[in-house]
């Protein structure tokens, strides 16, 4: 059967727990566990991380990679999603896809008969979170006895981020503006994956009351791919920026993270950035660990 990594849950806690211990234990891994695949990358979106991570890491363990803009292919003469995702099936071995419309990614999907990759849409960034999960779980013995807080805009990141943690049972609390708070079906998915793991899912609107206690303090820009920049929403962001005095009410040992790109002074100090309790580095790096791990699950371990 081919499995498909589109959105936190199409992996069980298991398997989410089992990649992550993997990863760690594998960093540097070079291998041929992908020898003779070849794994295609198909971006609408530019990317920085996500490109490099995937190339490096499948390089790493042995396969080649095809990127292909989405702007050079026939999808922009009329062929469909999901004739392109049979004809790619009979070149490739696997598929990442960063685009727009998590329905594209989807319907791709749907007609593919090797692993599709979600690299990021509007509406999810699973591999991040993937990657978060590895980087708390270097910092604590049990991802289940951690709370994690997200502030800022509740975007794609904030969405992943809150079923990763639900999925593990880290408690998990997304903080932002009443008027930019996730999606309720993203709310009510996080829920339901508490409701197994024993997760605590809050949102909440109140940044000093949000950081209390918490082990991990997260945050992404402001303004995502695509977006335009104004002033109202910046307004309403400005109190969410994490800055010594906000970071001082998370756990004295409480770490900082950020998925990158970051605009230090808007959504997160320059100081506390660079400074003794940011992970954020070390978070951008395992970016390559974890998506070896997703790679060998879905490519090269009997899933197809």
Excluded at 91 to 114: C, H, M, N, P
Excluded at 157 to 168: D, E, I, K, T
Aim: net charge negative; charged share 25%; with cysteine.
């Amino acid at each position: 059967m081919v499995r498909h990594f589109l959105k936190i849950a199409d992996l069980s806690p298991d398997e989410i727990l089992s990649l992550v211990k993997n990863a760690r234990a594998n960093k540097g891994e070079l291998s041929t566990r992908l020898a003779h695949k070849c794994l295609g990358m198909i971006f609408a979106k530019p990317s920085t991380r996500t490109r490099a991570s995937f190339t490096a890491g499948v390089y790493q363990l042995g396969g080649h990679v095809m990127f292909i803009s989405e702007r050079e292919m026939q999808l922009g003469r009329g062929e469909t999603i999901e004739d392109t995702a049979r004809v790619l099936s009979g070149y490739l071995d696997g598929v990442v896809i960063r685009t727009y419309r998590q329905d594209d990614v989807e319907k791709f999907a749907s007609a593919a008969e090797v692993p599709v990759i979600n690299g990021l849409t509007d509406e999810r960034h699973p591999c991040q979170a993937l990657s978060d999960l590895m980087t708390m779980s270097e910092q604590a013995d049990d991802l289940a006895k951690t709370k994690v807080v997200y502030l800022g805009d509740g975007n794609n990141v904030a969405v992943s981020l809150m079923n990763g943690c639900a999925s593990v049972g880290a408690a998990i609390t997304v903080c932002t503006p009443e008027d930019l708070a996730p999606p309720q079906w993203a709310v009510r998915e996080a829920e339901a994956l508490a409701a197994v793991s024993g997760s605590r899912v809050s949102v909440t609107s109140d940044p000093q009351t949000a950081v209390e206690g918490a082990d991990f303090v997260y945050t992404d820009v402001w303004f995502s791919m695509g977006q335009q920049k104004n002033s109202e929403k910046r307004r309403q962001l400005d109190p969410y920026r994490i800055d010594g005095a906000l970071l001082a009410k998370a756990r004295p040992d409480a770490k900082v993270m950020h998925c990158l790109p970051a605009h230090r002074g808007e959504e997160i100090a320059a100081e506390v950035m660079d400074g003794p309790q940011s992970i954020v580095f070390a978070q951008a790096e395992n970016r390559l660990y974890a998506q070896k791990e997703l790679l060998k699950f879905l490519l090269a371990d009997g899933q197809r």
